[in-house]
């Protein structure tokens, strides 16, 4: 095990690089926001987030394939739930906007506002980073949403966020680390595994209750996040 | 106008791949993406050549299908500005619809139906025992919650196609939450059995509560079981519900014979 830690302390600075790279995109969508309200205000049937912003999308190396303002509803101010989000089709590439079932009587209703990269932002005040999970009723997606609670004039206003896909992040993640350290795992604070360099901790899955690891993980500034190693045996060879 | 891109809403809209008569299949889908409240009381349909393309269907066939659900009060069509092909929430005739169809169906097509369900749902089941989360079982019991308390048939088919949707997110997987979604387009068009014996609503809350006690106590072989054992129960309440229609229809025929 010797390196182990340093090895260790690389990847936690990388995952950490992504993560803040992701963090850029949002707090440029959640400027953008800010702008929009401070010129035009904020009205019932009208989008904030202005038209560009989507832009953001196609900037080279990016990570989120959407991105956008997620409304918090005001019924007292006629404002219902409503997304402004942009995506980017995985068939052809195109930008186009997220049209979910907001309707609470379909059986495809988005009830965004009971989901966790919402409701956390909006109840601590702070960004947030959720998954994975199965993005179900919205893209449909199995994505990292990290997101971002967007303050104006009257308060909490929605969150801003950006979505990327667990597939990217891992692809990302191991092309910029190049040759792979010993196995480790990235777990989120449910204990979920984000990604795995272990072949029988699989993405998505729950740490089985009761598992022994090593050591108690090194943390990831700035998502709830932590880097363990674990020990794993080869299937394949020796 | 805009079509919504939830993916439940892009099974609604998927081409047909059914050896069915094409036009039958249009009007089967319509019906269940209502019956499940996909498509809503007032609601606009894609135009004409949208939903043609959509569905992978002729014009032709197209036309002929919104024929149908205009004669059956499904769809509305207005001219003039504003105009074009609304849905229209009716339950008498998504009852008749179901019951035609469950009449068209062997049993041996709802037994398929059954055992594709039970194996996505059992799956999602078992996969869900160890990887939902505490939030997530308790959104389960949330949805068990609703199912009991359900008014209308809509309500509760609804509420019970979101409690297999959800469950397969649970498991963490796209795929098979896709395969729910469609295989309750297909179980939409198909009678809803509390209607016909409400006890039966008492069943289903029942099963899916022992399901989530499983997943709460981390039991995968207990939740896949259950979920098994729960959906070839429903399998028969189908195949006993077209039984018995074939029993009633013969012995209104021999009423009319004699």
């Known amino acids: 095990m010797t390196g ?102 379909s059986l495809g209703y988005y009830d965004y506002t009971t989901t966790e990269w919402f409701d956390v932002p909006r109840r601590t005040g702070r960004r947030h980073a959720f998954g994975p999970h199965v993005d179900v009723h919205g893209t449909g997606r199995y994505v990292l949403t990290f997101t971002e609670p967007v303050a104006a004039g009257s308060g909490f206003v929605g969150v801003a966020g950006a979505d990327v896909p667990v597939r990217r992040f891992e692809t990302h993640l191991l092309r910029a680390l190049g040759a792979l350290p010993g196995p480790f795992l990235l777990l989120n604070e449910e204990d979920r595994v984000v990604l795995s360099t272990a072949p029988r901790f699989l993405v998505g899955s729950l740490l ?5 690891l090593p050591e108690a993980g090194t943390g990831i500034p700035g998502a709830p996040w932590r880097l363990v190693p674990v020990r794993d045996e080869h299937r394949l060879v020796g | ?73 499904l ?41 594709v369900h039970s194996a996505v749902a059992a799956a999602a089941a078992r996969l869900a025992a160890s990887r939902a989360s505490r939030t997530e079982i308790a959104r389960l019991r949330d949805i068990v919650d609703r199912l009991a308390s359900a008014g209308s048939v809509t309500g509760q088919r609804r509420t019970d196609g979101r409690w297999y949707i959800e469950l397969a997110a649970c498991a963490q997987s796209v795929r098979l939450t896709m395969q729910e979604m469609d295989l309750h387009l297909e179980l939409g068009q198909l009678p809803w059995p509390p209607a016909h014996a409400p006890g039966l609503l008492d069943v289903m809350v029942a099963g899916h509560r022992a399901v989530v006690d499983a997943i709460d106590d981390r039991d995968p072989a207990r939740a896949r079981a259950l979920t098994e054992a729960h959906v070839e129960t429903r399998t028969l309440w189908a195949i006993e519900l077209r039984l018995q229609r074939l029993g009633l229809a013969a012995a209104d025929v021999r009423r009319e014979v004699s």
């Open chain 2, 1 to 73: 106008m805009q079509l919504l891109s939830g993916d439940a809403r892009r099974a609604v809209f998927a081409p047909l791949d059914d050896g069915a008569l094409r036009s039958e299949a249009v009007v089967r889908r319509v019906g269940s993406a209502i019956a499940l409240g996909l498509l809503s009381d007032g609601e606009q349909l894609p135009s004409e050549s949208d939903l043609a393309s959509m569905l992978r269907v002729s014009t032709v066939t197209l036309r002929e299908a919104l024929a149908e659900l205009r004669k059956l009060g």
């Open chain 1, 208 to 212: 089985p209750p009761g598992t022994r």
């Open chain 1, 4 to 105: 182990g830690a340093d090895e260790l302390a690389g990847v936690a600075a990388a995952v950490s690089g992504l993560v803040e790279q992701v963090f850029v995109t949002v707090a440029g969508v959640r400027g953008a926001v800010l702008r929009s309200v401070e010129r035009d205000g904020f009205r019932a049937g009208r989008w904030v987030l202005p038209d560009g912003v989507q832009e953001l999308l196609r900037e080279p190396g990016q990570l989120a394939v959407g991105l956008g303002l997620v409304v918090a509803p005001r019924p007292e101010q006629g404002l219902r739930q409503r997304l402004e989000w942009w995506q980017v089709d995985p068939g052809n590439g195109e930008l186009h906007t997220l049209e979910p079932d907001l309707r609470p009587t």
């Open chain 2, 75 to 115: 769809v509305e069509t207005r001219r003039g500005r504003g105009g074009g092909s609304f849905a229209r929430s009716r339950e008498d005739v998504l009852a008749e619809l179901a019951d035609a169809r469950l009449a068209e169906l062997g049993s041996t097509d709802l037994r398929e139906l059954g055992d």
